[in-house]
Structure formats: C-alpha cells, structure tokens
C-alpha cells in the first residue's frame, strides 16, 4: 500500500508543515488560504496544548493516587473511586448540548455572526443552568432517604458517615460545572482548545495542591473530594472571567439574549449527539462485560492489559484530530469546500501512518512489553494481539472520520451505523468467545465495525462529498 520511502518521506513532511504552522502569531484570514493556515495553526496549538494538559493531569495522578490511597485506607479509596465512576455517568446529563453548542458557535464563526454566537452562547448557558439545578433538587429531595452504606458496600464506620457527604460534594462541584463549561464549548467552537486546555493544566496543579493541604490537615473524604475536583472548578471559573470579562465580555451570556429559537437548534443537535454517546458508549463497553461472563473475571485481566497498551495509539491521534472538529463547521459556514476535502484526506493519511506502524510493532513485541510492564502473568497471544492491532488502526480512522461528520453535522448517519455495530458486534462477540476464546472478543468487534460502520461509510463519504463540492446545503440534523 505504501512503501518505506513514501511513509518515512511522508512523515518528514507532516513534521516539517506541522512545525512551520505552530506559532504563537495568527495569520491573515482576508484570504482562503491565510484562513487555512490559521485552521491548522489552532489545530496545532490545541493539539499540543492538549498533551501538555494530559501529562500534567497523569502525573498529578501518579503522584495523588498513593498518596490518598495510604492516607484513605482500601475500603475509603475504593468509595471514593465508585463515587468517582457513579458522578462520571452525570457526563450524559446535559443531553449532548454541550457539542450542540460547539457546533452552533463553529457555525457562527464560520459566518462572523456575532448575534447568532451571543444567543447561543446565553440560550445554552441558561439551559444547562436549568439542568444543573433540576439535578440538585432531585438529588437533595432523593438524599435522606438513599442508604448510602448499602449502596456503596461499605461496613466501617467512618466510611458510612462519609458516604452521603462525599458523594454531595461530588454533586455540587458536578452542578456547578455544567453552566460553567460553557466557557469551554465556546473556545473550542472558536477553535481556541489550546486555551482551555491551559486552563486544565492550572486546574491539575490547583488540585494537587489542594490534595496535599487536605492530607496535611487530616481532612475528612469529604474535603478530599472538595480538594480534587475543586481545582478544575476554580480554573474554569478564572477561565470564564478571563474570556466574559476581560477578553471578549461581549460573548458573556445574557437573559435578554436568550432565545426559543437558539436554544431549540441547541437542544436538537444536542440531542443527537446524546444518542451517538449512547451509542458508541454500548458498543465499545461490551468488551470485559462479554470477558467476564463467558470466559470468567481472569480473562478480563488477561485481555484488559494488552487492550490499554494499544489504547495510547488512538489517544495520542485524538489529542491531534479533535481540535478539527470545529474547523470543519467553520470552514463549511464559509463553503470553502475544497479545505474541507483536502484536510479530510490528509488527516486520514496521517492517521493511518501514525497508528499502524506502531500498532505492528506492539503486535509483534506485545508480549515481552507486556512481561516487562506488569509481568509473566499476562501472556496474550498473537492471535489476540493481531485483532488488537487491526482494531486499533480501524477506531482510530473512524475517529477522524468522526471529527469530519461531527463538524458537517452529519449525526444520524453515526448513529444508524454505531447502534447496529454495538449490536452485532456483540453479538458475534459472544459467539466467538464461546468458539475460539479470549481473541473472539477483540475479533468479534473488528467484523461488526467492517460490516456496519466501515461499509457504510465507504457507500456513503463520496455521495456527502459530491453534495459538498456541488454547494448543496448539507441537513443540520445530518
């Protein structure tokens, strides 16, 4: 398909433009292609804003999880991670309006319509506001009467009295950020992620910080939780007053510019995209679920270890892909058509380099990494590590892929695809468990994503791209 001179040489070449194009100073957007270099410029920025922020992030963990977990005990710690797993289901809780708020600003960026950007940016605002406080009242309503220590399994004592309290602090910080994370959709869909990014970074250090006051003080659960998830709060909030007050308080959400109409299309693609979360999240979940149960608790170990090596692939190329979600919907607001298609294909081609190469190689030496990692126990075998290696490649292109439909608002079309994946990938997946073990799984998932996503998509990106060439108005509901 490609050979050595022409991946190396292609390699050099995205190093060399990538390098040219990250740069603190913006270009002259009078033109379309000083537009365009501007687009890859905060691509760029975003992406290396974004790994700086995760590093930062998983270094303040491997620093705080020892920490709290000497100071807590086992069975506190462990409260404090179900509590965590719980309150990260709450992700779904805003229906999708944060991405459908992304999309809308990208959009009236795409049109410099700064009337359109202020009644979404307030219509969203006071709509996620509206559902942060029906969270909080359904959740004081429904506290006296949850038997938490049932609920969390828990038998010490202090650990009982810790429960509720811990877990309503989790709450409130959840509530307080979901109006707050406003600022950052409107960053994003400005295709400024690198400044939300840099606020992440604060968010971690502030945690740290605060973790580390609380342990030195003897604080209860309860002002540890405060302590973690109080510092990516106070960030957003430095985050929001830095752009709604000193930056571009014109932005700022208001009242008055709250509208039915806004907040209706808000809501509309919002919601789309909760049912593609939905989706994606059955059909990528199923895996230790299927492990446990056909094969035993042993086998989830046995396949979730080499599963999370190659994992660093596709997180890696998501750090450098999503920022284009939003220069795809400026760029169509704009039907400047011909970025679109040529930034598509080049972002596919980079993914397919950067994933594969080191995809063979985890196939290849995957087990003597994984003994070097965490031991001879987890021996996978080639068969099981081959599917890995395939899937691997396959989710990060279709992750790409995404980005572009996310941006064109193409969503039905993922939806119909993702929900028939999940379901016949899991089904498959049982079936191969049963007959050929552990690599039936990872197996099982690679032929239900070819038969109902990547087909599909091939029948169906030339027709989405002709209509785009031909200016033909792309439906907003996808």
């Given amino acids: 398909m490609f050979d050595r001179i022409d991946l190396i040489g292609s390699l050099k070449k995205f190093a060399k433009e990538a390098a040219l194009t990250l740069r603190l100073k913006t270009f002259d957007t009078s033109t379309s292609e000083g537009r365009s270099k501007e687009r890859y410029r905060r691509v760029a920025l975003t992406a290396v804003a974004s790994g700086i922020a995760k590093g930062i992030s998983t270094l303040t963990a491997l620093i705080t999880i020892p920490l709290t977990l000497n ?30 708020l992304l999309n809308a600003i990208s959009e009236a960026n795409g049109k410099d319509d700064r009337e359109a950007a202020i009644n979404y940016i307030s219509s969203g605002f006071y709509m996620l506001g509206a559902m942060a406080l029906l969270i909080v009242a359904a959740f ?11 609920v969390f399994n828990i038998k010490s004592k202090l650990a009982t009295q810790e429960a509720g309290p811990a877990i309503a602090v989790f709450v409130a910080i959840f509530a307080v950020n979901l109006p707050l994370g406003v600022v950052q959709r409107v960053q994003m869909g400005y295709q400024e992620g690198y400044q939300t990014n840099i606020y992440q970074c604060l968010g971690s250090i502030l945690s740290l910080i605060a ?23 106070l960030a957003l909030l430095l985050n929001w007053i830095f752009l709604f007050r000193l930056r571009s308080p014109w932005l700022r959400p208001q009242w008055r510019r709250a509208t039915y109409a806004s907040g209706t299309r808000i809501f509309r ?33 046995q396949y979730s270890v080499p599963m999370r090596l190659f994992s660093i692939l596709p997180m890696i190329m998501s750090m450098i892909m999503v920022p284009l979600w939003p220069a795809y919907g400026e760029a169509i607001a704009r039907g400047e058509m011909g970025w679109i298609r040529k930034t598509l294909i080049k972002s596919l081609f980079i993914t397919f380099l950067m994933v594969a190469l080191p995809s063979l190689f985890f196939v290849l030496f995957g087990v003597p990494i994984v003994h070097f990692w965490v031991g001879p126990e987890i021996t996978p075998s080639f068969l099981l590590l081959v599917g890995m290696g395939i899937w691997t490649i396959l989710s990060a292109l279709g992750s790409t892929l995404g980005m572009f439909l996310n941006g064109i608002n193409i969503i039905k079309l993922q939806i119909f695809c993702a929900s028939l994946f999940g379901i016949s990938a899991l089904l498959v997946k049982i079936l191969l468990a049963y007959i050929i073990g552990l690599p039936g799984i ?16 091939i029948i169906y990106l030339p027709k989405i791209m002709s209509n785009m060439n031909s200016h033909q108005k792309i439906n907003v509901n996808g």
Avoid: H
């Fill in 211 to 233: 973790v580390l006051l609380v342990i030195y003080v003897q604080g209860g659960l309860a002002w540890l939780v405060l302590a973690m998830g109080g510092g990516p709060t």
């Fill in 71 to 100: 100071y807590l005990g086992a069975e506190r710690y462990g409260l404090w991670m179900t509590i965590s797993s719980v309150v990260l289901m709450l992700g779904f809780a805003d229906l999708g309006m944060g991405n459908g």
């Fill in 442 to 457: 990872i197996w099982g998932t690679i032929i239900g994503y070819t038969v109902f996503a990547v087909i599909p998509y």
């Fill in 140 to 150: 004081m309503i429904a506290y006296p009467y949850v038997p938490w220590p049932i």
């Fill in 269 to 301: 693609i919002g919601f789309l995209f909760f049912v593609l979360q939905l989706a994606v999240t059955f059909s990528f979940a199923s895996d230790n679920l299927v492990a446990a149960q056909v094969l035993g608790p042993e086998a989830v170990t």
